[in-house]
C-alpha cells in the first residue's frame, strides 16, 4: 500500500500564521470535495470569516497528498496515510480526526452474512487499497473459513455498476454508493458487514508537522473549536450540510442528497469530541499494519498524535 519513496529528508512545513487578528494563512491539501468533507468546507467557510485565510487545494490521490505533506506545498492535511510517511521521518502529527470510517460490505439479499459470501464474486479496488484490505481483514477476523472470489475492478462507480448489473454479488462501498444503490434496487441489497462499526478506524485525520502545530496553537485551536461546532451542528440540524453540498457537489442529484447526507449523521462518522482517543488510533495503526507492510517505528498512538491543542479546547468547553 505503501508508495513514499523519497519523502525522508524532504522539506519541512513553513506557514505564517496567527490568531485572526494577523489574518492567518495555511493551506489545505485533500482529496477532493465529499459528503464525508463537507463539514469542512463549513469550517473553513467560517475560519475565514474569523480572520484567517484557509485555501483548500483539492490533490486527488494518496500519493499526491503524501507527496504535497512531504515537500510542503500543504500546512494542513488531512489524510490518514500520512502515517506511511510519519513511519518514515516525516515530521507530522494528528490533532483532530475529521471522519470516520464510512465504508460497508454491501451484499446481494440472499447472501446476508460474512459466511454466505464464500465462493462468490466480491468486488475490490485493489489488493493493497484501503477498500481491498477493509474486505480482506474483515473476511479474516469473521468468517476466516470463508473464501470469497477477490475481483479487481478499479473505480468505485464501476463497482457500482457490476452490482447493479449483477456481476458482483458483493463489494466495500461507502455510505453514498450504498444509499444510491438502496434508492437503485430497493431490497435486492443487504449490509453484510456494517465497517462504521465493526472496522471504526480513521478514515480521515487532520496532521501538520510539529512545529507547525507548536508555533501556530492560534489557529490549531480554531480550526479544532469550528470543526466541534460544525459537527455538532450537523447532528442537530443536517441541512446545513445538504445546502453546503448542493453548492459543492453537483454532480450528486440533488434529491439524494439528504438520504445521503442521513446516511452519514446515522452514522455519526464525525466526531464531537475531536477523535483521536488510544483506542482508535491504535485500532488505525493495526489495520495499516496488517496490509502487507508493517510500520517500522510507529508503535503506538503517542507516535502520530498530538493532542495538545484537542485537550485545551475540550477543557475550555
Not at 504535497?68 to 516525516?90: E, N, P, R, W
Not at 462499526?197 to 507548536?214: D, N, V, W
Request: some cysteine; charged content about 20%.
Amino acid at each position: 500500500m505503501r508508495n513514499v519513496n523519497g519523502l525522508l529528508g524532504a522539506a519541512a512545513l513553513a506557514v505564517l500564521v496567527g490568531s485572526p487578528a494577523l489574518a492567518a494563512e495555511a493551506t489545505f491539501g485533500f482529496s477532493g470535495w465529499s459528503v464525508g468533507y463537507l463539514p469542512t468546507a463549513i469550517a473553513i467557510d467560517r475560519l475565514n470569516e474569523m480572520g484567517h485565510d484557509i485555501t483548500a487545494v483539492e490533490l486527488g490521490g494518496n500519493s499526491n497528498q503524501l507527496q504535497a505533506a512531504a515537500t510542503g506545498d500543504v500546512d494542513i492535511t488531512a489524510l490518514a496515510q500520512i502515517m506511511d510517511a510519519i513511519d518514515q521521518g516525516l515530521d507530522f502529527r494528528f490533532f483532530q480526526a475529521a471522519n470516520s470510517n464510512e465504508f460497508l460490505m454491501v451484499s446481494r439479499a440472499e447472501y446476508p452474512d460474512c459466511a454466505s459470501l464464500d465462493g462468490k464474486l466480491v468486488g475490490i479496488q485493489s489488493v493493497s487499497s484501503f477498500v481491498g484490505q477493509l474486505a480482506i481483514q474483515w473476511f479474516a477476523a469473521e468468517c476466516p473459513g470463508a473464501k470469497p472470489n477477490l475481483t479487481v475492478i478499479e473505480g468505485s462507480e464501476n463497482r457500482l455498476a457490476a452490482l447493479l448489473a449483477n456481476q458482483l454479488d458483493a463489494s466495500p462501498v461507502d455510505l453514498q454508493d450504498w444509499t444510491m444503490l438502496d434508492r437503485e434496487k430497493p431490497g435486492a441489497f443487504v449490509v453484510s458487514g456494517d465497517y462504521t462499526k465493526t472496522i471504526p478506524i480513521l478514515r480521515a485525520a487532520f496532521a501538520a508537522s510539529q512545529g507547525f502545530i507548536a508555533e501556530n496553537p492560534d489557529l490549531i485551536r480554531d480550526w479544532i473549536k469550528v470543526h466541534l461546532d460544525v459537527y455538532a451542528e450537523i447532528y442537530e440540524n443536517p441541512q446545513v450540510l445538504v445546502d453546503k453540498g448542493k453548492e459543492l457537489l453537483g454532480e450528486i442529484d440533488p434529491d439524494v442528497l439528504p438520504a445521503i447526507v442521513d446516511a452519514f449523521v446515522k452514522a455519526s462518522v464525525w466526531p464531537v469530541d475531536g477523535g483521536l482517543s488510544d483506542e482508535s488510533v491504535n485500532q488505525t495503526i493495526a489495520f495499516f499494519n496488517n496490509d502487507g507492510e508493517a510500520f517500522a517505528n510507529i508503535k503506538s498512538a503517542d507516535d502520530v498524535v498530538d493532542r495538545t491543542a484537542l485537550d485545551e479546547v475540550l477543557a475550555a468547553r
